[in-house]
């Protein structure tokens, strides 16, 4: 790719033009923008290209409620090989480019591993020349910016676009209409370039945007009803104002809905109209579209794309059908029936009767068929779209699509045989596994350019930022005392950056000697942020009553809790409070310190996973799809301290026993010992785990008087509902966890050159794990297509 646009000169009239001043005067964020106007010229022949060659074939349209994107400036930099040409222009102006680099907010696309997963994907897609466009939604907030007010969570807007963003292109000349019973909207396309690395190909994600018909009503403002002129204009905006609106009332559930729609139906209006341009009709349509569905948020693009066949296009049912059954895949990711989405059908009738009528003959037609197969009437009740008062979204995605992935090994047999069981028992050839991945480029490449140096000058070039599975050549260094010298030498100055970030934007101060031992991820009870609060308060005692024979470490964490979930939020007030315990014990702050990333996101993990020595997998065994950020600390040195959940069996396989450390029950054992189980015997039978239940009530820990410590006490030793008591058998395995982990600590001081061998051989057995690896699977195995290089 052309890159001589990338100078001062170029660089000094864009900033200019941003700023109406001379480059020298010119602020960090003002820099940030002109570099990036820069790179969006640089790449828009290209770009055009790629997309007039990808409109004319087959081609994967991938539908996400989220993708979480990070920062765009260096991810595109670094691809298109312009960092240095960056750096030498912004210097030219006495500028420096980590500062001009720091003004960019992140992309508020996004929360947690489903859009990450979706970036990742458009990554490796655009890497390997695939001709894939993205389509979500260009939310004005994001989830939220977390905030820390006394310890609990705040949710407060994330304008990430207030100072404009460059790397979003509005094509207003390409706007849709959407069509709700009660309203109706224009859907304007914003599209964001995706670079790949060492390629000329920029492939597209396409964000929607709600926008009212008319901007307001001026006779009534002229009237002076002032509110009355903008409520048509603010209902339409809330569409787009933040990904997943609290859904614990009905209106927040309706706009969940309205907002599913919205993207389904641009995007799809988008791809039909693009077949009929390219092919005059709509009968092969199927040959050339493909839909991939990340989760059920999508599902509404089924009967959408059945209303547009049959409505607009005059298509019969079975001939509609025919097309739709071949078009859409779907990817599911969770072994949690109850996690299903399902809606009321009064939010149906009241947003889109029609697109309702087409779910019931759906549901008609199902039922006939499977009765024409001789299923009995109760499995016929359960695998129905649609029951007396609900939409089952995962039901009408698993009958309509000719493919359904997990997103992992365990994770497809347990959908196979639990979750799915049903759809599996009835249409089997549709199952496949398409285990995670995450890009190479940003989680390794990009972020620690240290280990990257590292890995570039032992394999003799940076072949494998395209082809991590090079890096296998390698594992046998793991025996190379200076190789490993090298290794623990990058670690280091990696966990000396962290705390100097961690000091300059929180104040913390920590000590890059000791262990970094992390969890970031999801605030979710499953994933058991509680079992590992649980481990540094009973150290935290132990430190107390006199042990002093303990490895230094550093527990790190980064999570978002939903709004609407309380107990999650609670969770996040109670390691908030263990850190404010152990950080002002001057008994206990030289051995151990707590730190809780706030609003924790891309940004930030890019700081935190280079500098990990331990990563915290400890999810209840099936439970978990599959994770990612596994995957990436894993890439980065970082090893795994697990169950057997999701993709950390791979991670297992790949690297072999000696290399992990895992623990707890395994999922096909739990049903067994649950039996039997009782958790306030446990406490009881478990050194050290009833004074930390205890601690939870007893004033050591402060919730403000709320109760919330209480209540998750209660979780653990008392039932809830049907699912009895510690749903997610957190003192069950409390024990093992325990155990592995000291053992985990004192094997890192006791042979450090036995650690980085460890730490070497999850490196080198990364391959697997990149998201070029399950791209290349899903573009062979589901959707089809071949590499189309312009």
Same mark, same amino acid.
């Given at each position: ?12 009239m ?19 923008? *002109?570099?990036? =106007? &820069?790179?969006? $010229?640089? /790449? ?9 060659? %990808?409109?004319? @074939? ?13 920062r765009?400036l ?44 979706? *970036?990742c994907? =458009? &990554?490796?897609? $655009?890497? /390997? ?9 260009? %939310?004005?907030? @994001? ?5 820390f ?19 979003v ?19 304007i ?17 396409? =964000?929607?945007k ?65 077949e009929?341009?390219q ?20 599902v509404?693009a ?20 025919n ?29 889109f ?38 939409v089952?979204m995962?039901w ?15 994770h497809?047999?347990?959908?196979k ?18 285990t ?70 929180q ?14 991820k999801?605030?979710?009870?499953y ?25 230094p ?42 730190v ?6 891309v ?24 994770g ?15 169950t ?7 991670i ?32 009881e ?9 205890e601690?939870?009530v ?21 039932p ?36 980085f ?34």
């Amino acid at each position: 790719m052309a890159n001589d646009m990338i100078d001062n000169t170029s660089l000094g009239m864009s900033v200019r033009a941003v700023s109406g001043r001379e480059p020298q005067s010119g602020t960090p964020m003002e820099f940030w923008t *002109a570099l990036s =106007l &820069d790179v969006v $010229a640089q /790449l828009a022949e290209n770009w055009d290209k790629s997309e007039q060659r %990808y409109n004319s @074939g087959r081609m994967e349209h991938y539908f996400s409620a989220e993708f979480l994107m990070g920062r765009a400036l260096l991810n595109n930099l670094n691809n298109l090989g312009l960092v240095e040409k960056a750096r030498n222009a912004v210097s030219a102006y006495g500028k420096d480019l980590a500062d001009v680099l720091e003004a960019e907010h992140d992309a508020a696309l996004g929360n947690g591993g489903l859009g990450r997963l979706a *970036a990742c994907f =458009l &990554d490796s897609c $655009a890497t /390997l020349d695939l001709p894939v466009r993205g389509y979500g939604i260009l %939310y004005r907030y @994001g989830l939220f910016k977390q905030l820390f007010d006394d310890g609990y969570q705040k949710e407060e807007p994330d304008s990430w676009m207030e100072e404009g963003y460059p790397f979003v292109i509005r094509r207003e000349e390409e706007q849709k209409l959407v069509s709700y019973a009660d309203l109706k909207v224009r859907a304007i396309p914003y599209d964001m370039p995706i670079t790949g690395y060492g390629t000329q190909n920029v492939n597209t994600l396409r =964000l929607w945007k709600a926008e009212p018909m008319a901007e307001f009503d001026y006779n009534a403002f002229n009237s002076q009803r002032f509110t009355d002129a903008i409520v048509e204009r603010e209902r339409v905006h809330d569409i787009c104002r933040v990904l997943y609106p609290n859904d614990s009332t009905f209106e927040g559930k309706v706009l969940r809905v309205r907002q599913q729609y919205f993207f389904c139906s641009a995007s799809l209006q988008t791809i039909v109209g693009n077949e009929i341009k390219q092919r005059g009709d709509l009968r092969r349509f199927a040959e050339f579209n493909a839909m991939q569905l990340n989760d059920t948020h999508p599902v509404l693009a089924i009967p959408e794309l059945m209303r547009i066949l049959l409505d607009e296009h005059n298509f019969s049912w079975d001939e509609a059908w025919n097309i739709v059954s071949h078009s859409f895949a779907y990817t599911n990711h969770t072994v949690l029936a109850e996690a299903l989405e399902t809606w009321e059908i009064t939010i149906f009738e009241r947003l889109f009767p029609r697109i309702l009528e087409i779910i019931r003959e759906i549901d008609r037609r199902f039922r006939a068929e499977l009765a024409a197969k001789g299923f009995d009437q109760g499995k016929i009740d359960y695998m129905a779209p649609v029951d007396d008062q609900r939409v089952r979204m995962a039901w009408i995605a698993c009958y309509a699509a000719y493919s359904i992935n997990g997103v992992a090994a365990l994770h497809t047999e347990i959908i196979k045989k639990e979750t799915l069981h049903d759809w599996h028992d009835v249409w089997p050839e549709k199952f496949n596994n398409k285990t995670n991945g995450v890009t190479p480029r940003r989680w390794l490449h990009l972020c620690n350019p240290r280990l990257a140096g590292l890995l570039t000058q032992e394999l003799g070039s940076d072949a494998w930022v395209r082809d991590l599975d090079l890096l296998r050549a390698l594992r046998d260094r793991a025996n190379d005392g200076d190789l490993l010298m090298s290794l623990g030498a990058v670690k280091h100055e990696n966990k000396k950056d962290f705390a100097a970030w961690i000091k300059a934007r929180q104040g913390i101060e920590i000590n890059p000697d000791a262990i970094f031992d992390v969890q970031i991820k999801r605030l979710h009870e499953y994933k058991r942020q509680l079992l590992n609060a649980f481990y540094i308060l009973d150290l935290y005692f132990k430190i107390k009553d006199g042990e002093r024979n303990v490895p230094p470490r550093v527990f790190i964490f980064g999570a978002k809790a939903a709004p609407g979930y309380l107990r999650a939020k609670a969770i996040i007030k109670l390691i908030n409070e263990i850190a404010k315990l152990v950080n002002n014990d001057p008994e206990v702050n030289d051995l151990i310190k707590v730190v809780f990333v706030e609003n924790y996101n891309v940004s930030p993990a890019e700081h935190i996973i280079p500098a990990a020595d331990i990563s915290e997998q400890i999810s209840t065994a099936g439970k978990e799809a599959s994770g990612t950020s596994n995957m990436k600390f894993m890439m980065n040195g970082a090893l795994t301290l697990g169950t057997m959940d999701g993709a950390n069996v791979e991670i297992l396989d790949a690297v072999g026993a000696d290399n992990a450390y895992i623990f707890g029950a395994h999922e096909d054992e739990l049903q067994e010992l649950r039996k039997d189980y009782n958790p306030w015997l446990v406490a009881e039978q478990t050194p050290g785990l009833k004074r930390v239940l205890e601690a939870l009530v007893d004033g050591t820990l402060d919730d403000n008087g709320t109760g919330a410590f209480y209540d998750l006490r209660s979780s653990l030793l008392e039932p809830q509902g049907w699912d009895g008591a510690d749903v997610y058998y957190v003192l069950g395995d409390f024990a093992a966890y325990r155990e592995t982990r000291n053992k985990m600590a004192a094997d890192y001081y006791a042979d450090p050159r036995a650690w980085f061998a460890k730490t070497w051989v999850n490196i080198t057995e990364s391959g697997r794990f990149s998201s070029d690896r399950t791209i290349r699977n899903y573009a062979t195995d589901v959707w089809k297509i071949a590499p189309e290089s312009i």
